[in-house]
């Protein structure tokens, strides 16, 4: 008599325990379900912003030093952005603007407005690069 209602308490007390640790579990697995929904999204947008730099100094003018012009272009994770480039004179200084889609010019470029383009096409996005970094 004693010990099967003692069994039988035993058994109900690990089918408790059970039923709760499954319930656990699920509610692990609905959680980790939502975290990879939010991870996809934020990975969405994380395409779409700049994460390629290209930068050129240069001199446009033999007779004018220290590099004062350049060329930026600015890449999101789909290689589309823009290519800004200043052009420093004497007299006066020029900025010019220039669409990328998909790595490419839809104008013409000039040689360093290329030189920036493929510098920053250089710089492949991986998990390691846009981890964060360690503080030294």
Not at 9 to 33: F, N, Q
Not at 115 to 126: G, I, Y
Request: with cysteine; proline share 1%; aromatic share 6%.
């Amino acid at each position: 008599g004693a010990i099967g209602v003692s069994n039988i308490m035993m058994v109900t007390v690990k089918e408790r325990k059970l039923s709760v640790e499954v319930s656990e579990i699920r509610d692990a697995a609905k959680g980790l379900e939502t975290m990879m929904t939010e991870q996809a999204a934020i990975r969405n947008i994380q395409s779409n912003t700049i994460q390629k730099i290209g930068f050129i100094k240069y001199n446009a003018f033999e007779n004018i030093g220290n590099d004062l012009s350049f060329a930026l272009t600015l890449l999101d994770g789909n290689n589309n952005g823009i290519c800004l480039s200043s052009i420093y004179g004497r007299n006066e200084s020029r900025v010019f603007s220039k669409p990328i889609y998909h790595g490419r010019a839809s104008v013409a470029l000039s040689q360093e407005e290329q030189d920036s383009l493929n510098e920053a096409l250089s710089k492949a996005v991986t998990e390691e690069s846009m981890a964060p970094k360690e503080e030294q």
